[in-house]
T-cell receptor
Framework: LAKTTQPISMDSYEGQEVNITCSHN???????ITWYQQFPSQGPRFIIQ???TKVTNEVASLFIPADRKSSTLSLPRVSLSDTAVYYC????????????FGSGTQLTVLP | DSGVTQTPKHLITATGQRVTLRCSPR?????VYWYQQSLDQGLQFLIQ???????AKGNILERFSAQQFPDLHSELNLSSLELGDSALYFC???????????????FGEGSWLTVV
């Protein structure tokens, strides 16, 4: 069972690149890494998912080193509207705990 | 818009009462998940159904129950309500029942429950 650890909060300025790292030392062979974004009083929104190396989509990139014990969500040129909580999820053990969100990282983008 | 529909959006009820929250998953999704989010607890996984069958159970109280119907919509029943049950209840859906593995989970906008 892979437990995740993320920073509780991060601050950034508009236009900067933000990298949020998630540690998952006990990740299993079949586990995927998924990131979600949540705004206050809204449901979490899928951002990106990966298994190894690098994944990029229109909103973010996900970097996963060879040992897969951590992953980094990269948000290019953030804006004020990127202020939200970001969650990292890991797991594929068929249990309920793979669906458990941790505390997440509160990203605050400043003008 | 995630395609997951939840009703009602807001609900105020008294302690001791029973309420039912309803969820319609995205078209084609077979799996439904329920989560509870309160100010001091964060997102708590309650239960998952896949194609009508219970697949995984999290921190769901015995006063709460859920089911998924043949048309794949789901209901979460909350009974003997207490003040502490006031929270935002999210429903989510996905195509398969494999949780996060290569499987995207889409969340609805939630149902706000206030118990007074």
């Amino acid at each position: 069972l892979a437990k995740t650890t993320q920073p509780i909060s991060m601050d950034s300025y508009e236009g900067q690149e933000v990298n949020i790292t998630c540690s998952h030392n006990n990740i299993a062979t079949n586990d995927y890494i998924t990131w979600y974004q949540q705004f206050p009083s809204q449901g979490p929104r899928f951002i990106i998912q990966g298994y190894k190396t690098k994944v990029t989509n229109e909103v973010a990139s996900l970097f996963i080193p060879a040992d897969r014990k951590s992953s980094t969500l990269s948000l290019p040129r953030v804006s004020l509207s990127d202020t939200a909580v970001y969650y990292c999820l890991v797991g594929d053990d068929g249990s309920a705990r793979q669906l458990t969100f941790g505390s997440g990282t509160q990203l605050t983008v400043l003008p | 818009d995630s395609g997951v529909t939840q009703t009602p959006k807001h609900l105020i009820t008294a302690t001791g009462q029973r309420v039912t929250l309803r969820c319609s998953p995205r078209s084609g999704d077979l799996s439904v998940y329920w989560y509870q989010q309160s100010l001091d607890q964060g997102l708590q996984f309650l239960i998952q159904y896949y194609n009508g069958e219970e697949r995984a159970k999290g921190n769901i109280l015995e006063r709460f129950s859920a089911q998924q119907f043949p048309d794949l919509h789901s209901e979460l029943n909350l009974s003997s309500l207490e003040l502490g049950d006031s929270a935002l209840y999210f429903c989510a859906s996905s195509l398969s029942g494999q949780g996060t593995s290569g499987n995207t989970i889409y969340f609805g906008e939630g149902s706000w429950l206030t118990v007074v």
